[in-house]
């Protein structure tokens, strides 16, 4: 059913208007072409394919269909593409009827927090209850144009029955106390769950209010309080300012991660646009997923304190495994937080965040931090160090930093690292995988592929297909298949191409798509692996003159066949070599007869080999 509704979506849609929406594109042959949102740049590299609906970039080898550039261009995951491209191209997406009901409780607790942000904010500016959260502000230092910006509220105490939301959101907004209950916004008894607080609230990256974060005024308790989950408020997922913050990160690709709403609001009144704050929670792994989905750098900027410095040295490993590269910004020790500290002196704090050191690097001047020449401080700071290293997933990085910090203890890196590595493996030893996992992950920002840096031969190649990339003939038959599907079916059934043949897995999976489509559709560049899909895509809005649509059929048969016949010889040739290599490590100490026996069948082999057919 899912399937229909993507087809239909794209049937309905253009790859040129939904690109076309963004970026400005100007034919060019058979491809539209323009400045790839996704990088900078001065010349177009950004490709769009509308007879494929698929889109390329040869600069920073992105690449899909309209369902992969709305997820890159929003910033948002699949199913939110998959929504936002239904709405806009009118279709209905089926849904099982829990994930209807799921999806219109959400809805409406979208909606009575929509309503709600309006009433605290009404309250805040409007009425004598407001006062108390208007002097906070002006305390704080925040003016009014910026407050009303991130729709700051004033949530009052209510009268006797605290119920002065509810109250409004029953006879106002014909809610249901059951609803607002359900919204997070009061208990069942219809008592307001935030009174006589400042009131942020928490939307998506749309600007759609999901809940909110609450500020007790004075000594009251809790200090902060949040929406309880909801089916629209999730606390691992939330985070304050994003909507704010989506313009600059699109530009920046920058992320300033701070802990507080004040620190969000401090910040942009710095001119620092690009920050978010978790809000109500740690930073959590989900969050580093989205903060990863707007941004290839993230600026932890918490407090000075020593509960800031746990905050950054955690989320440094939750950016690890996200492979989402990070900067510390150390605060100042005279500031407790960005917000005392752009109170202070705005323009220090913008450049604190620009001053913002590679992550392990911090982490190891806080390791090694005023240690004195005595030999035991020395071990001591030098296990911390080896503890520290152990937790680089990426060998080269671990690396050099090993080095940096022998330096800083005046001991030998080698001595660092074995120390380090002795400790990794006593901990597989005693506690299974996990350590292993967070060792070997690959970092991928960390250390660029040298391909890349050297100026690899085909720069189109995606970072998941460098390693291996296919032959040409393997590229040209992924390139059939990726730009006339109903080619790959011709390939296998008729002309006889074997996909275990194929040396490159992503062909083969590219291919095996493209057989399971239906006749007439394109390929579903989303359906792919990310690596396979920037693979299609590139191959995709390559201009293959024997599939114009008035080419002579018989030159593409030819080539077809040829390909198949390529890839055939290299299977076969890559049997018989493994074959040999198999008879070599077979051989061991010399015996004359046997060896004999080895050489002449080696000898057919080859001979096998250079026979193999054309
Ligand atoms: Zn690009």
Redesign the pocket.
């Known amino acids: 059913m899912a399937t229909d509704a993507r087809a239909e979506i794209k049937a309905r849609l253009d790859i040129l208007d939904v690109i076309g929406g963004h970026v400005s594109l100007h034919r060019s042959g058979t491809q539209h072409t323009g400045l ?4 900078a ?1 001065k010349t177009p ?2 490709s769009v394919s509308q007879q494929r609906q698929a889109w390329y ?6 690449g899909g269909d309209i369902f992969t550039f709305v997820e890159k261009i929003e910033g948002v995951d699949f199913p939110r593409a998959l929504e936002l491209l239904a709405e806009r191209a009118g279709v209905e997406l089926e849904k099982d009827r829990r994930g209807g009901a799921r999806g219109a409780g959400r809805r409406r607790s979208i909606e009575l927090n929509e309503r709600a942000a309006k009433f605290y904010e009404y309250v805040l500016w409007n009425l004598a209850a407001g006062g108390a959260g208007r002097r906070l502000l002006a305390e704080r230092g925040v003016d009014e144009v910026l407050a009303r910006r991130f729709r700051v509220g004033f949530a009052p105490q209510g009268g006797q029955a605290g119920d002065a939301l509810s109250r409004y959101l029953v006879a106002r907004g014909g809610a249901a106390l059951s609803e607002v209950a359900a919204a997070g916004l009061a208990g069942r008894g219809g008592r307001d769950l935030f009174r006589h607080r400042l009131v942020f609230p928490i939307s998506d990256e749309r600007g759609q209010v999901l809940g909110f974060g609450g500020r007790a005024l004075g000594d009251a308790t809790p200090k902060y309080l949040n929406t309880p989950e909801t089916g629209a408020y999730h606390k691992s997922t939330a985070l304050f300012g994003l909507d704010q913050a989506r313009q600059a990160l699109r530009e920046l690709r920058v992320a300033v991660v701070v802990e507080g709403y004040f620190d969000v609001l401090a910040a942009h009144a710095a001119g620092v646009a690009n920050v978010v704050a978790s809000s109500g929670t740690a930073l959590t792994r989900e969050q580093v997923r989205i903060v990863a989905r707007h941004a290839d750098l993230v600026v932890l900027c918490f407090d000075g304190d020593a509960a800031g410095r746990r905050a950054a040295d955690t989320a440094v490993d939750l950016c690890a495994v996200e492979r989402l590269a990070a900067r510390i910004a150390v605060m100042p020790p005279e500031f407790k937080d960005p917000d005392e500290m752009v109170r202070a002196d705005p323009a220090a704090f913008a450049a604190t965040i620009s001053g913002a050191e590679p992550e392990w690097h911090v982490l190891l001047g806080w390791a090694t931090a005023g240690i004195g020449r005595g030999v035991d401080e020395r071990r001591r700071a030098g296990e911390r160090v080896a503890a520290l290293l152990r937790r680089i997933p990426d060998e080269n990085t671990r690396e050099l930093y090993a080095r940096e910090g022998a330096q800083m203890l005046e001991v030998s890196a080698a001595s660092l690292v074995a120390s380090a590595l002795t400790e990794v493996r006593a901990a597989n030893l005693t506690r299974g995988r996990s350590a292993v996992d967070r060792v070997t992950a690959p970092l991928g920002v960390a250390s660029p592929s040298p391909a890349v840096e050297a100026g690899s031969a085909d720069p189109g190649l995606g970072d998941d297909d460098l390693g291996n990339p296919p032959p040409s003939w393997e590229e040209f038959l992924a390139a059939y298949a990726a730009q006339r599907p109903a080619l790959a079916r011709l390939l296998v059934d008729e002309m006889g191409l074997d996909l275990d043949d194929l040396a490159s897995p992503a062909v083969r999976r590219i291919l095996e798509l493209a057989r399971s489509v239906p006749p007439g559709s394109v390929l579903p560049l989303h359906a792919l692996g990310a690596g396979d899909r920037r693979l299609a895509a590139r191959l995709s809005v390559r201009d293959l003159p024997e599939l114009a649509t008035d080419a002579d059929p018989v030159a593409l048969e030819r080539a077809m066949a040829d390909c198949v016949r390529q890839t055939r010889k290299a299977a076969s040739r890559g049997r018989a070599r493994r074959e040999i290599d198999d008879l070599f490590a077979a051989s061991g100490p010399l015996d004359p007869e046997r060896d004999e026996n080895v050489a002449a069948r080696i000898r057919r082999l080859l001979a096998e080999e250079r026979e193999s057919p054309e």
Do not use: A, D, I, N
């Open positions: 790839c949102p996704f990088h740049e590299s950004f970039c040869h600069g920073c080898h992105e």
